[in-house]
């Protein structure tokens, strides 16, 4: 799940994260458990266009 950069820096330094870099992509492994290990329900669009292929992740609204 997303966090904010500078939660991203503090783990780093504290040692609770590995940056991570692939293909011009920026993230950070944890290297200790999740202190919250609620699950995002998401949905997944398709766009199959004529030249490219789009994908859309967003988070689905909470069924109450």
């Known amino acids: 799940?997303?966090?904010?950069?500078?939660?991203?820096?503090?783990?780093i330094k504290s040692g609770k994260?590995?940056?991570f870099w692939k293909k011009g992509v920026f993230c950070v492994r944890?290297?200790?458990?999740?202190?919250n290990t609620t699950r995002q329900l998401i949905a997944v669009?398709?766009?199959?266009?004529?030249?490219?292929?789009?994908f859309k992740e967003?988070?689905?609204?909470e069924n109450n």
């Open 45 to 54: 669009g398709i766009d199959p266009g004529s030249k490219r292929e789009a």
């Open 30 to 35: 944890l290297n200790v458990e999740p202190s």
């Open 1 to 11: 799940m997303p966090t904010t950069p500078s939660r991203a820096r503090r783990w």
């Open 58 to 61: 967003r988070p689905t609204p």
């Open 17 to 19: 994260a590995t940056p």
